[in-house]
């Protein structure tokens, strides 16, 4: 319409210091799909704990003991008994050859030791309440938890087809994964936009903090925060994985603890190193090498 005609010929009539605009490329909508479905990916991830923790909650309340007859939590087996039954009171007032049902396994999956006469021994002394609203909730919350797993499988399957598309350098850093980069690039975006790497560790909001105020300058300082949250969490996400895979930030981790640092400060330092290192990768598509890290 009129009003968009010129608004369009006002921005590209005045200087760009005064009102700035970008040209959009080809690549740019690449990466904006792959924005979109890593950070849906965060945003499921943190609706499935949620989720969780309520499970957990009503677990607690109807069988409490529950927990402890598995090494981990939210198996198949694990599932299959909160869907079917839901409570201690269910399981141990049901045909044993029900229980059983549950444990049926199809696939090559982990065997648990765990066995249904074991179940319902301990369903018939388990000190959880009787309640039908839990219940209800339990079979609820499973089939919820469920459901975003199997939209977080199909979300990283075509995650996985842009990262192999990309084919980024930055893949070859021990303890990135092909979510993990797909991510860091989408929220990055184009690399030839920064000219140094002081600006990505800004852009992810993991720079110190400065704090003046009159006389007083402080010296400890936290991280500023800014910036891409998205990529600020899947950085502390994979820093871990990287310190363990790689003996000079295992090194450089331990420098800082041995100076006084805490473990997250210590973490933030190994962060900001990995984007100097990203930086690099991205600006020379070179493939990492451990041995030329100082």
Request: aromatic content about 8%; glycine content about 4%.
């Amino acid at each position: 319409d009129k009003l968009d005609t010129i608004n369009i010929c006002d921005v590209l009539d005045t200087p760009e210091r005064k009102k700035q605009y970008r040209i959009s490329k080809v690549n740019s909508f690449d990466l904006y799909e792959q924005k979109q479905l890593t950070r849906h990916h965060h945003n499921l991830k943190e609706e499935e704990n949620v989720y969780k923790n309520r499970l957990q909650k009503c677990i607690d309340i109807v069988f409490p003991e529950f927990n402890k007859l598995f090494n981990s939590k939210y198996g198949t087996v694990y599932m299959n008994i909160l869907k079917t039954f839901g409570s201690a009171e269910n399981v141990a007032n049901t045909d044993i050859r029900t229980i059983r049902k549950c444990f049926e396994i199809e696939g090559r999956g982990n065997r648990i030791s765990l066995t249904p006469e074991r179940l319902k021994e301990c369903a018939r002394s388990s000190i959880g309440i009787s309640s039908s609203a839990e219940v209800i909730q339990i079979k609820h919350l499973t089939a919820q938890i469920e459901l975003i797993e199997e939209q977080l499988t199909e979300i990283d399957k075509k995650i996985e087809e842009f990262s192999i598309q990309n084919n980024s350098p930055i893949l070859s850093i021990p303890g990135i994964s092909h979510f993990s980069g797909t991510s860091i690039l989408a929220e990055l975006g184009d690399i030839s936009n920064y000219s140094k790497p002081s600006q990505i560790i800004k852009f992810a909001g993991v720079a110190p903090l400065h704090y003046e105020s009159s006389q007083f300058n402080a010296q400890h300082t936290s991280i500023t925060k800014k910036g891409s949250k998205y990529l600020r969490k899947t950085l502390y996400q994979i820093i871990l994985p990287v310190i363990r895979h790689n003996q000079v930030f295992y090194k450089y981790y331990q420098l800082k603890i041995s100076q006084g640092k805490g473990h997250r400060c210590a973490q933030g330092h190994c962060v900001r190193k990995l984007l100097r290192i990203i930086y690099h990768l991205l600006k020379t598509n070179q493939q990492f090498d451990p041995q030329l890290l100082r």
